[in-house]
Nanobody
Framework: QVQLVESGGGLVQPGGSLRLLCAVSGLTFRLYTMAWYRQTPGKQRELVAAISSAVSTTYADSVKGRFTISRDNAKNTVYLQMNSLKPEDTAVYYC?????????????WGQGTQVTVSS
């Protein structure tokens, strides 16, 4: 059974930092691309950052230069370091991975962690 468990969210002032963690179990972690998404009420979930098994990274334009995604294969954990936070970064952040087998796609999601940027 694949499980993704996020932690590290909270309330932070504009300009502050947070580090999100996602602990993964139930799959061979090192083989999978991992991603962070975020969602605000009434909007679609959007990709924030992703990191491949080869440690290639991609970022949404809105977070480039402020957020860093990383992974620790020994700990089956993916991280999102968020610096210079802005009120518009407020959202529920979700960890995600995708399993593709024989042409079928399965998305796995964590429960989400709330990030609130406010003074």
């Amino acid at each position: 059974q694949v499980q993704l468990v996020e932690s590290g969210g909270g309330l932070v002032q504009p300009g502050g930092s947070l580090r999100l963690l996602c602990a993964v179990s139930g799959l061979t972690f090192r083989l999978y691309t991992m991603a962070w998404y975020r969602q605000t009420p009434g909007k679609q979930r959007e990709l924030v950052a992703a990191i491949s098994s080869a440690v290639s990274t991609t970022y949404a334009d809105s977070v480039k230069g402020r957020f860093t995604i990383s992974r620790d294969n020994a700990k089956n954990t993916v991280y999102l370091q968020m610096n210079s936070l802005k009120p518009e970064d407020t959202a529920v952040y979700y960890c995600n991975t995708v399993r593709i087998t024989l042409g079928s796609r399965t998305d796995y999601w964590g429960q989400g962690t709330q990030v609130t940027v406010s003074s």
